[in-house]
């Protein structure tokens, strides 16, 4: 059995922050694996102007999507029944929890560990979602027992941050995605609308 953090996101682009923040992850929650999902686009985000090609960011974290979290996460315990899976999310992405499809079946699919971002962590425990979640929160110190719980189930991991933000690179080099070799291709590869 291996033990597997998926993180999902836009990587608009990847950079070391999704990088430290995942290795650090990985030693929270003796993860064997961390799997990084790179989606088409956020449906609950406003517009997408300075969205990169999809085919440019998926080179950039080198995973793939389906439509929704709910359908990639059936498909993935489907496909791997022998291990076992947690999602992480970070603090920001909480806030929106409680608008995506299926969010209760993804809670209750498999545990949920919470990245913290600078500005957002307070935000989080006060989510709506958390309303509902609120009596499944597991204590830090019982993060590396995730696979033997039963979902659902959330933890709030305290880790060190970077404050690389994908926003800000966007900001200083919009064509970063130019620079890729699917992104010299033309290829967009969007799919679909994801959570």
Known sequence: MRRIGLLGGSFNPA??????LSLAAMEA????????????GNPLKEGS??????????????????????????????G??????????????????HRWKDWRDV????????????????????ARAMGWLSGFVRPESQAKNWAEWSPPAIL????????????????LDPNWHRRTRSGRSGSSGDRGTPT
């Open 29 to 40: 929650l003796a993860l064997d694996e961390l799997w990084w999902l790179v989606s088409p």
């Open 15 to 20: 950079h070391e922050g999704h990088r430290q």
């Open 156 to 171: 709030f991991l305290r880790l060190p941050t970077n404050a690389v933000s994908a926003t800000a690179l966007r900001a």
């Open 107 to 126: 809670a209750q699919l498999l545990p949920i560990a919470v990245l913290p971002r600078p500005g957002y962590d307070d935000d989080a425990r006060a």
């Open 80 to 97: 791997f029944p022998d291990d076992r899976f947690i999602w992480l999310m970070g603090a920001d992405t909480v806030a929106e929890f």
């Open 49 to 78: 102007h300075d969205m990169a090609p999809y085919a440019a960011r998926l080179e950039s974290a080198r995973e793939a999507e389906t439509r929704y979290t709910i359908d990639t996460l059936r498909a993935l315990m489907r």
